[in-house]
């Protein structure tokens, strides 16, 4: 029953968030990697698995191939901010995180908390190219892109329930 209401309760909140012109259509991270120069410099709703990691934060999906992962940076004054009344289309982001969980799953950590990895929606501006420090390759880098960020009120948690 909870697992029903969780999702249920969520749709009703990203329906509720406010009036905006038109529900913001998410896209998956596969498809902004797919063709970055159709998604550079726009400003968009982006689904997959936010990961925290010692040496950044991620939004990935494993089904991409490599590379797999933008880059999330936040910025509080170059970002784009939050629109007032920002709505996201709650079915679209469903059916997303429905196709992105066929063939991705969140990490299991031994020692660490489960909020390494989650299941969210970000929004922010898609910059290819950019000039990122790499320490050393990870699953996750070297990252073709980042998603410029006004900071964690950008990124809308996902429940880790089946839809």
Known sequence: ??????????????????VCQAPLQPVRVCE?????????GKVTAIVGRFSFRED???????????????RIVFDPKAA??????LEFDAAA??????LIRRGTALGKFRFGSVEYD???VIYGRVEAGAKTTVTRKT?????PAQVLCRGESAILFLPDAEQ
Do not use: T
């Open 118 to 120: 989650r299941w969210a």
């Open 139 to 143: 699953s996750f880098e070297p990252s």
């Open 80 to 85: 784009p901010p939050l629109p007032q009344g």
């Open 56 to 70: 950044g934060r991620f939004l990935s999906e494993e089904a991409c191939g490599r590379p797999n992962a933008l």
């Open 93 to 98: 982001v469903y059916r997303n995180l429905k």
């Open 1 to 18: 029953m909870s697992g029903r209401l969780i999702p249920g309760m969520l749709f009703a909140l990203l329906a509720s968030v406010g």
């Open 32 to 40: 902004v990697l797919a063709d970055l120069a159709a998604h550079e």
